[in-house]
């Protein structure tokens, strides 16, 4: 049986890949109870007057139930808190408004960059933490304005790159594939930069719930794998699955994940970007 078939709800529109199988818990791939906690979201929503419909599509909607396990009262807390930050944070201000003018000198202190996508379509983000120089990052930015550039970045994720993948393959892309670059990193350093750290990972767990597809972590320390170890026991399946902690020898692994073509060459990948891959913003959404 397909799984459209053995589906409570429809193929999401527009998909012209043949072989697209949603996975559980998405559109074309709801049980019964599924859709009816959908239906049942989206209607409190509207009665409440909290829906907005440009923003809030079942796609997003689902992204909230699987966040909190089709649990619909806590999908609507967590959806409602969701909605409180947008106003004390200045969201739709960030939106219209913010001009990150500092981009080309932070690139060389803390690089953090979309680019290109992986052989599910998911775009690429790449975090350099062990190019952090700390000093250096505060006196061209603030730690403020860092995570106003997050956010900026979030809603361009959703708004702006995850539709133009969608359309380069076919079929719904809703999350991201991270690269998280430990090489030389420093206990000083990434104490230095907790805080927003710490920030940014609430920020993309509790805001933007169910968007990361793959995360590497690569060249981490031995000690970042002893933890790591420590760790894996109290989190759930799903999200273990999703990571990956990789030494040094990360290669064959980004590249079973990431054509070559897609992969900057730093990473043992092919991709030269003219002025260099962090700031070329190379990908369907630019093309």
Same mark, same amino acid.
């Given at each position: 049986?397909?799984?459209?078939?053995?589906?409570?709800?429809?193929?999401?529109?527009?998909?012209?890949?043949?072989?697209?199988?949603?996975?559980?818990?998405?559109? @074309?791939?709801?049980?019964?109870?599924?859709?009816?906690?959908?239906?049942?979201?989206?209607?409190?929503?509207?009665?409440?007057?909290?829906?907005?419909?440009?923003?809030?599509?079942?796609?997003?909607?689902?992204?909230?139930?699987?966040?909190?396990? #089709?649990?619909?009262?806590?999908?609507?807390?967590?959806?409602?808190?969701?909605?409180?930050?947008?106003?004390?944070?200045?969201?739709?201000?960030?939106?219209?408004?913010?001009?990150?003018?500092?981009?080309?000198?932070?690139?060389?202190?803390?690089?953090?960059?979309?680019?290109?996508?992986?052989?599910?379509?998911?775009?690429?983000?790449?975090?350099?933490? @062990?190019?952090?120089?700390?000093?250096?990052?505060?006196?061209?930015?603030?730690?403020?304005?860092?995570?106003?550039?997050?956010?900026?970045?979030?809603?361009?994720?959703?708004?702006?790159?995850?539709?133009?993948?969608?359309?380069?393959?076919?079929?719904?892309?809703? +999350?991201?594939? +991270?690269?998280?670059?430990?090489?030389?990193?420093?206990?000083?350093?990434?104490?230095?930069?907790?805080?927003?750290?710490?920030?940014?990972?609430?920020?993309?767990?509790?805001?933007?719930?169910? +968007?990361?597809?793959?995360?590497?972590?690569?060249?981490?320390?031995?000690?970042?794998?002893?933890?790591?170890?420590?760790?894996?026991?109290?989190?759930?399946?799903? +999200?273990?699955?999703?990571?990956?902690?990789?030494?040094?020898?990360?290669?064959?692994?980004?590249?079973?994940?990431?054509?070559?073509?897609?992969?900057?060459?730093? #990473?043992?990948?092919?991709?030269?970007?003219?002025?260099?891959?962090?700031?070329?913003?190379? @990908?369907p959404w630019n093309e």
């Amino acid at each position: 049986m397909s799984a459209e078939a053995a589906s409570a709800s429809a193929m999401p529109e527009g998909v012209t890949d043949p072989n697209y199988k949603p996975l559980p818990g998405r559109l @074309g791939n709801l049980s019964v109870p599924q859709q009816h906690a959908l239906d049942k979201f989206r209607k409190e929503l509207q009665d409440e007057e909290i829906f907005v419909p440009e923003r809030m599509n079942d796609g997003m909607l689902l992204r909230f139930l699987r966040a909190r396990k #089709f649990d619909v009262p806590k999908a609507k807390e967590m959806l409602k808190s969701a909605e409180q930050w947008r106003k004390d944070f200045g969201v739709d201000e960030i939106v219209k408004n913010f001009d990150f003018k500092e981009k080309e000198e932070v690139d060389k202190y803390y690089p953090q960059y979309y680019h290109k996508i992986d052989k599910e379509g998911r775009p690429i983000y790449v975090e350099r933490l @062990g190019k952090l120089d700390f000093k250096a990052l505060y006196a061209v930015t603030t730690q403020e304005r860092q995570l106003q550039r997050l956010v900026y970045e979030y809603e361009k994720f959703l708004t702006e790159r995850l539709p133009a993948c969608s359309q380069a393959v076919g079929h719904p892309v809703e +999350t991201s594939c +991270t690269i998280l670059d430990l090489a030389n990193v420093s206990l000083t350093n990434f104490y230095r930069v907790k805080d927003y750290v710490m920030a940014a990972s609430s920020i993309g767990q509790d805001r933007y719930p169910e +968007t990361m597809g793959k995360f590497y972590i690569i060249n981490s320390p031995w000690a970042f794998s002893a933890v790591w170890s420590v760790v894996k026991p109290w989190l759930d399946e799903v +999200t273990v699955a999703k990571i990956d902690i990789l030494g040094s020898g990360y290669k064959d692994k980004l590249l079973a994940q990431i054509p070559a073509e897609s992969l900057p060459k730093e #990473f043992g990948g092919k991709c030269e970007c003219p002025g260099g891959c962090s700031l070329s913003d190379a @990908g369907p959404w630019n093309e």
